[in-house]
């Protein structure tokens, strides 16, 4: 199925790329590539006086990195300013632990975790027609997601769900996240911790069965999110922290969440879904919103949604050509690596397991950047 964008073309300009790690810069480099175009990854503003500046000239950051220092200086010449992200169907392990993305995003507007301001995503979904071939698209690739089990990490792990018979008709998967991450600080308004996020959903459904499971960078010990485990089982009936994400789905019956990307992928499983916060995927009459986004006027059928979030919005690359690829050929992909990576990839390791894992990726990196 050939229906990739032809990037190399939409990348004929002098991309500037600020907030990029070594690690990130080995494959941004790849997604920004174009014979006709160039990319340099630069640690100051200063250094762009060596360069020159023309209506070629692109500024690059890493979400929302550097934000006001780079928007001024932008807005002094006249300079587009493009973010770049993870897309929403990323890998075989986490990007804390430098595994590299089969997707990104790269907005021209603002970026999809922000809904204080636009994003090309939010504009996609708001404004763009989408025919019936692209949703029929998006349906088939929806059912290939959940038939596969596909997640945005694909990790797997050893916890048993074990729901008691009498308990299994409302299970609320309640998915952790890492509260320092940009989508928390600004897509919350009142529920802002994991652990506020249990006590809101606890007292709203005081009979159901919660099922908690961590987020997977928390787990790992690589961002913070931590909720005391003596307080963790007291909102909530069972905290899973080595499971996957698509066994959690599997047995829950509703998801309540802040802003995690757990909350779209229940909507593929045709889950009710609670939004406390104001993710991507909130305000179009598909979620249980505590809170609006008043751009969002627009009421989506659920393969609009996915035809914006998965197949207009991301690029992906496949990993073994760097070629740009599809989604289905991604999600292909990710399920085979995944069936045969996982008994080396938990997600639950040890320190210098991980260490040793960041290790080869940079070193990875390096042999590349040569």
Same mark, same amino acid.
């Given at each position: 199925?050939?229906?990739?964008?032809?990037?190399?073309?939409?990348?004929?300009?002098?991309?500037?790329?600020?907030?990029?790690?070594?690690?990130?810069?080995?494959?941004?480099?790849?997604?920004?590539?174009?014979?006709?175009?160039?990319?340099?990854?630069?640690?100051?503003?200063?250094?762009?006086?060596?360069?020159?500046?023309?209506d070629r000239t692109r500024i690059v950051t890493w979400g929302l990195r550097g934000e006001n220092e780079l928007l001024h200086f932008a807005a002094d010449r006249g300079i587009p300013v493009l973010r770049?992200? $993870?897309?929403?169907?990323?890998?075989?392990?986490?990007?804390?632990?430098?595994?590299?993305?089969?997707?990104?995003?790269?907005?021209?507007?603002?970026?999809?975790? $922000?809904?204080?301001?636009?994003?090309?995503?939010?504009?996609?979904?708001?404004?763009?027609?989408?025919?019936?071939?692209?949703?029929?698209?998006?349906?088939?690739?929806?059912?290939?997601?959940?038939?596969?089990?596909?997640?945005?990490?694909?990790?797997?792990?050893?916890?048993?769900?074990?729901?008691?018979?009498?308990?299994?008709?409302?299970?609320?998967?309640?998915?952790?996240?890492?509260?320092?991450?940009?989508?928390?600080?600004?897509?919350?308004? $009142?529920?802002?911790?994991?652990?506020?996020?249990?006590?809101?959903?606890?007292?709203?459904?005081?009979?159901?069965?919660?099922?908690?499971?961590?987020?997977?960078?928390?787990?790992?010990?690589?961002?913070?999110?931590?909720?005391?485990?003596?307080?963790?089982?007291?909102?909530?009936?069972?905290?899973?922290e080595d499971a996957s994400i698509s066994r959690c789905l599997d047995v829950a019956t509703e998801v309540h969440t802040m802003t995690s990307l757990v909350g779209f992928e229940g909507l593929l499983r045709?889950?009710?879904?609670?939004?406390?916060?104001?993710?991507?995927?909130?305000?179009?009459?598909?979620?249980?919103?505590?809170?609006?986004?008043?751009?969002?006027?627009?009421?989506?059928?659920?393969?609009?949604?996915?035809?914006?979030?998965?197949?207009?919005?991301?690029?992906?690359? $496949?990993?073994?050509?760097?070629?740009?690829?599809?989604?289905?050929?991604i999600v292909l992909r990710l399920q085979r690596a995944r069936d045969g990576a996982n008994r080396q990839i938990p997600i639950r390791a040890s320190r210098p397991v991980r260490q040793l894992r960041r290790?080869?990726?940079?070193?990875?990196?390096?042999?590349?950047?040569?």
């Open positions: 199925m050939d229906q990739t964008v032809d990037f190399e073309s939409a990348n004929r300009f002098r991309f500037l790329c600020f907030g990029f790690s070594l690690w990130k810069q080995n494959y941004a480099r790849r997604y920004l590539y174009s014979p006709q175009g160039e990319v340099h990854f630069l640690r100051r503003l200063s250094v762009i006086k060596k360069i020159p500046i023309d770049m992200e $993870d897309g929403f169907l990323r890998s075989i392990g986490l990007g804390s632990d430098l595994t590299a993305p089969a997707s990104l995003v790269l907005d021209t507007r603002g970026i999809y975790y $922000d809904p204080t301001g636009p994003s090309d995503l939010e504009h996609i979904l708001q404004n763009e027609a989408f025919s019936e071939k692209e949703l029929a698209r998006a349906r088939e690739l929806r059912e290939q997601i959940v038939a596969l089990k596909i997640s945005k990490y694909n990790l797997d792990g050893a916890d048993a769900l074990k729901i008691p018979e009498d308990r299994k008709s409302r299970v609320l998967l309640v998915p952790g996240q890492v509260e320092d991450d940009a989508s928390i600080q600004l897509g919350t308004v $009142d529920v802002r911790t994991n652990f506020d996020l249990l006590k809101a959903v606890r007292a709203q459904n005081p009979e159901a069965f919660i099922l908690f499971k961590p987020h997977p960078d928390v787990v790992s010990g690589n961002r913070k999110g931590q909720v005391p485990a003596d307080a963790a089982r007291q909102l909530a009936d069972l905290v899973v045709g889950l009710p879904v609670h939004a406390f916060g104001r993710p991507f995927y909130a305000g179009w009459g598909l979620t249980v919103d505590r809170h609006g986004v008043h751009r969002r006027t627009r009421r989506l059928q659920l393969d609009e949604l996915v035809a914006g979030a998965l197949i207009r919005y991301p690029r992906y690359m $496949d990993p073994d050509t760097f070629a740009f690829t599809t989604p289905e050929n290790l080869m990726h940079v070193i990875k990196a390096l042999l590349n950047a040569r």
